[in-house]
């Protein structure tokens, strides 16, 4: 009898790798949207999440008068990966992450400039320029972009420590708009990809998966599904069924038919 083709690799021996830190949990979660922290939490937990995003200007961190999402997503159970959502220009971006790293003591962090309001766009001029400034301050910076392989590449070589392209506008819930560039992406990475934002419900995190990238990171897709908790878990599932998918290698696609049982030798 022929031995197995492959070998069943277990979840924890399946890991990945940023900026010196490996993580097992392939999905991202944000802290923004829920209706408290302590859904936010159960969420998390539910997905199976290691890091979960936060807003620094956003989220509240310092003030004990008020809920604070450090006594529900609890720091030494997550790695806390601030980010730089609201900001428009480099400058804003650096500002907030070095009051992050002051305040927490964070320097794995996730970088996104936005240009219009209405389509929170990534300016990619500027988040390139505000990438080298933080790099050179020590920063790991995972880095939201467009869908751009040209520009992940100028990314990548400016020192990003993760490439983070868009599936699809942020809070749209349209899934992966463009899979063509998101391989393309990914085949041309040494560094995690990440899809981030546009996912809207478990087949779009699969897909992300099937495709080859890292992880995905993903906020309104859990936080404003009706039942948050359930859909975390949906999503862990997702995640690793997307990824089992791409470790076995699917079918070729055909233009015809191809029957399952041999033609050959019909009574």
Wanted: charged residues 20%; neutral net charge; aromatic residues 6%.
């Amino acid at each position: 009898m022929n031995a197995p083709v492959t070998t069943l690799a277990t979840e924890s021996e399946d890991v990945w790798t940023v900026a010196g830190r490996t993580f097992r949990s392939r999905l991202i979660i944000g802290t923004g949207k829920y209706r408290d922290y302590a859904v936010n939490a159960a969420a998390a937990e539910a997905a199976g999440a290691e890091i979960v995003t936060v807003a620094v200007r956003r989220v509240n961190l310092s003030d004990p008068s008020q809920p604070m999402l450090v006594d529900y997503v609890k720091p030494d159970r997550f790695t806390y990966l601030p980010n730089t959502a609201g900001c428009f220009t480099g400058e804003d971006a650096v500002r907030t992450l070095r009051l992050a790293r002051e305040a927490g003591g964070w320097d794995l962090v996730k970088l996104e400039v936005l240009s219009d309001p209405k389509h929170l766009y990534p300016d990619m001029e500027e988040t390139l320029r505000a990438l080298k400034m933080l790099v050179a301050e020590g920063f790991q910076v995972m880095v939201y972009c467009s869908d751009d392989p040209v520009y992940c590449r100028k990314l990548e070589e400016a020192g990003a420590a993760a490439i983070m392209p868009l599936g699809a506008p942020i809070g749209s819930g349209l899934g992966i708009q463009n899979r063509v560039n998101i391989r393309l992406i990914v085949e041309q990475t040494k560094v995690p990809v990440v899809v981030d934002a546009g996912v809207g419900t478990a087949s779009d995190a699969a897909i992300a998966m099937e495709l080859g990238c890292a992880g995905v990171l993903m906020n309104s897709a859990i936080a404003e599904a009706k039942d948050p908790v359930l859909m975390g878990r949906a999503m862990k599932h997702a995640v690793l069924a997307g990824r089992d998918a791409y470790l076995a290698g699917r079918m070729p696609k055909k233009r015809y038919a191809d029957p399952s049982s041999p033609l050959a030798g019909l009574i």
